[in-house]
């Protein structure tokens, strides 16, 4: 169960910024302030309320974010909120992506090491060689991907959060 959370005002959206500087990585958290009233539930949630998103994970150059609930009055709501930058695409743009560094390391693991012998009896050595090399580099690269994916994100960034349902709603509807 969630609540649905809109904003109290003719805005289609609901605006926040970043109200800290932070270095994320898979399960930050992340401290937004609300630049609206909203409305969640039967709660009216103030301008300034502090809410709080967990990096849900990377993709291309964007890191996601998603708030699962807001701390009012003594009670826990239970919402879904994606966040969504300034060029309405979903999470948060962030010029450096660890996946093409995946990519590059994952290619170059795999050809070290590796020599070709041409004798017909080596062919079964040199497949499995190959699918050794293979899984080493791809768990070494796996592990780097791990702790590299991380991402700068700045104080005062102006973000949308959206929920997936609402916004559904209103595409159905174009």
Known sequence: YSNTIIPDSEESFIRAIVDQNITGYAGSRLRMRLLDDVTAGKFIVKK??????????????????TVTSIFQNNNILPIRLDLYDNDALPG????????????????????QGMTIQQQAENNNQLVMSLLQKMFQSTTTAVGKLIRSNKAKLKYNTQVYLIDPEELKNKQNKY
Do not use: C, I
Request: glycine fraction near 10%; aromatic fraction near 16%.
């Open 48 to 65: 300034g309320t502090y809410l709080y998103a967990h990096v849900t994970g990377f993709t291309g150059q964007r890191v996601n974010l």
């Open 92 to 111: 948060l743009y962030v010029p450096a992506s660890a996946f093409r560094e995946f990519s590059k390391v994952l290619g170059s693991d795999a050809s």
